[in-house]
């Protein structure tokens, strides 16, 4: 009856492990998922097409179950300054300069994505956004906004 005992208690400790895994796997393949889709939608130019790519983001990062890296957790960043860089409108040079610094610190917290072992498409789909939001740099950024 002991052994039996141990047995069960054994196998109760390693299930929420196993449960963990399954939901980091299934958390990562959805982040993967969305990441690739805005990075598809960023990478064509097209408004429409980022706006509708980016609905979700926050929901993916905070429903999973677990905690992603702090690079893993900027798809909501990237849709926000991804928002404000492509309206067309006059800024500030206030608003500009953080506006491209946002860009930047976004890009910089992505490029430094490692390889996720549940995930293998994590890292390059953060590498695709992190060239989009350079693109979105060199477009908005190297010249200052036009002013009245």
């Known amino acids: 009856m002991?052994?039996?005992t141990i047995a069960v208690l054994a196998l109760a400790v390693s299930m929420p492990s196993v449960a963990a895994a399954a939901d980091?796997?299934?958390g990562w393949k959805n982040w993967a998922d969305h990441a690739e889709?805005?990075?598809?939608?960023?990478?064509?130019?097209?408004?429409g097409q980022r706006q509708a790519a980016c609905e979700?983001?926050?929901?993916?990062?905070?429903?999973?179950?677990?905690q992603f890296p702090y690079w893993g957790q900027m798809l909501p960043l990237f849709c926000n300054v991804h928002k404000k860089e492509n309206r067309k409108r006059k800024v500030t040079m206030k608003?500009?300069?953080?506006?491209?610094?946002?860009?930047?610190r976004i890009a910089r917290e992505l490029a430094k994505a490692t390889p996720v072992d549940v995930e293998p498409r994590a890292?390059?789909?953060?590498?695709?956004l992190v060239a989009v939001l350079q693109k979105d740099e060199v477009r908005e950024c190297t010249h200052k906004p036009e002013r009245d």
């Open 37 to 47: 889709r805005i990075a598809d939608a960023g990478e064509s130019g097209d408004y």
């Open 95 to 104: 608003e500009w300069r953080q506006e491209c610094g946002e860009l930047r």
């Open 123 to 128: 890292k390059p789909a953060a590498d695709r």
């Open 2 to 4: 002991r052994v039996f």
């Open 56 to 66: 979700g983001s926050t929901r993916t990062i905070i429903s999973q179950g677990f």
């Open 24 to 26: 980091k796997a299934t």
